[in-house]
């Protein structure tokens, strides 16, 4: 049995056809790399028995396979068939076309980002997208940062610095990751004063709370949950009123934010933007991610003199957007006006607006080819509940279809759904009632499917 001069150096290995062609891949730094830790791999492998020219011949190939583990980014795509519209998880919304060719040319080339072509002199990132959310919010101004909390905490800020802000107490949300309002007002420097109960505020209560020390009234649209029962709150007309009257501005959080009446789709209907605005709150802010459907970012709009204000705030340039995503929104926002094609060009109104039989005709389609690509597990047609996700209407559902998998083992659909994860396009469903489900609701091809399961 060959021992350890059955080794070759790592400069003969660097100097072999496949040290040369992996070199060509992944440069000569992390070619080296690969084959000294495979190397002293093998010499205790030898140590504990195993013979030299085996190990000698496994060396490039286990260094290859290496080289292409360290390759391959988890942050690749993948079919999200969970049956959640906007997960988080997986990068909420699906850019449109047009705004990946947009982003893709931001990229590709200098651009006038900051620069007046007409004038020729400096210009401000956001006029490529104030005139189109004015447009289509109703609102004086807008102005744009990184998300929808970033929004919220420079509004905050800018309004109510060391004063008061007026919450009820069955708006103090939390959002992912543990991401509550009153820490956010804390940081935006504000005294939050909780306004009413938990399930129910009236107007009096915001009256009796309001005083010398008030900066602002904050009302936070409850996207991620829902209070039912014995409940009252004060209608955003008359909670403007409100502070209208006591000269404070109100700060209407919409979350999710909507540019289109959800009740087209057949949804429960939520408040638009254009509609916050138009029920007089002072600023309104919404996300860009969610059901918009564009790239991430939070938008404020509403009375002139405060977005100016929310402009100077020295957190504004520490939350502004990269010329990347102020191109792909600006695409994404133009595609708002012509809403009669809207759904064939957003991905995620086209997924939210997909028929419960179109759905169940693809799955109907898919099984037994699914089922021969996976021998070894059952694949049925079902019927599925998809949500939209990321905090919009969270209680509510929309009829959809998929496949339910399951096999031998009570472990079955875990190992099943650890083998599609482990696919070079990921497919990721959810566990439900003992099977693995693909909810098809965002399935746009059956090839994408059949494709991903074939590797």
Do not use: W
Not at 261 to 282: C, I, M, N, Q, Y
């Amino acid at each position: 049995m060959a021992g350890f001069r059955a080794l070759p150096s790592v400069d003969q290995l660097l100097q072999t056809e496949t040290g040369q062609s992996l070199i060509a891949a992944h440069g000569r730094a992390l070619v080296t790399s690969a084959l000294r830790a495979r190397l002293q791999a093998a010499r205790a492998a030898i140590r504990d028995g195993a013979d030299g020219t085996v190990e000698a011949a496994r060396l490039p190939h286990l260094a290859a396979a290496d080289l292409a583990a360290a390759a391959q980014s988890k942050l690749r795509p993948m079919l999200n068939l969970t049956g959640t519209v906007l997960h988080t998880n997986l990068g909420r919304a699906i850019l449109a076309d047009q705004a990946i060719a947009a982003a893709s040319a931001a990229m590709a080339a200098p651009l006038a980002l900051e620069f007046d072509l007409d004038g020729g002199g400096r210009g401000q990132r956001d006029d490529h997208l104030r005139g189109l959310l004015c447009d289509l919010t109703g609102a004086e101004d807008a102005t744009i940062v990184n998300n929808n909390a970033a929004a919220v905490l420079i509004a905050l800020n800018t309004l109510g610095q060391g004063r008061d802000a007026l919450v009820s107490r069955g708006e103090l949300i939390e959002i992912g990751g543990a991401f509550r309002m009153p820490d956010i007002m804390a940081r935006a420097g504000v005294r939050l004063v909780e306004v009413g109960t938990t399930n129910r505020t009236h107007a009096r209560d915001y009256q009796a709370a309001l005083g010398p020390e008030s900066g602002l009234i904050l009302k936070v649209h409850t996207s991620n949950y829902r209070i039912e029962g014995f409940t009252a709150e004060v209608p955003a007309p008359e909670l403007a009123a409100i502070a209208r009257a006591a000269g404070v501005p109100l700060l209407n959080d919409l979350g999710a934010g909507s540019l289109v009446d959800l009740s087209a789709f057949g949804l429960r209907r939520e408040p638009t933007v254009a509609e916050a605005v138009a029920e007089g709150a002072d600023l309104v802010t919404f996300s860009g991610d969610k059901l918009l459907g564009g790239p991430q970012a939070g938008f404020i709009v509403g009375r002139r003199d405060l977005i100016a204000a929310i402009n100077r705030n020295p957190l504004k340039r520490a939350l502004r957007l990269d010329k990347i995503r102020i191109a792909a929104l600006q695409a994404t926002l133009r595609l708002y006006r012509d809403p009669d094609r809207l759904t064939e060009r957003l991905p995620t109104l086209r997924f939210l607006a997909r028929p419960q039989a179109e759905i169940a005709a693809q799955a109907t389609r898919l099984a037994p080819q699914v089922a021969a690509l996976l021998p070894d597990y059952s694949v049925d047609v079902c019927d599925c509940a998809s949500q939209i996700g990321s905090g919009a209407l969270p209680v509510d559902t929309i009829p959809s279809a998929g496949l339910r998998m399951n096999g031998a083992g009570g472990d079955a659909p875990n190992r099943l759904a650890a083998r599609l994860r482990a696919l070079p396009c990921p497919v990721i469903g959810h566990i439900h009632d003992g099977a693995l489900i693909l909810d098809l609701r965002c399935l746009d091809r059956d090839e994408d499917l059949l494709g991903a399961l074939a590797g």
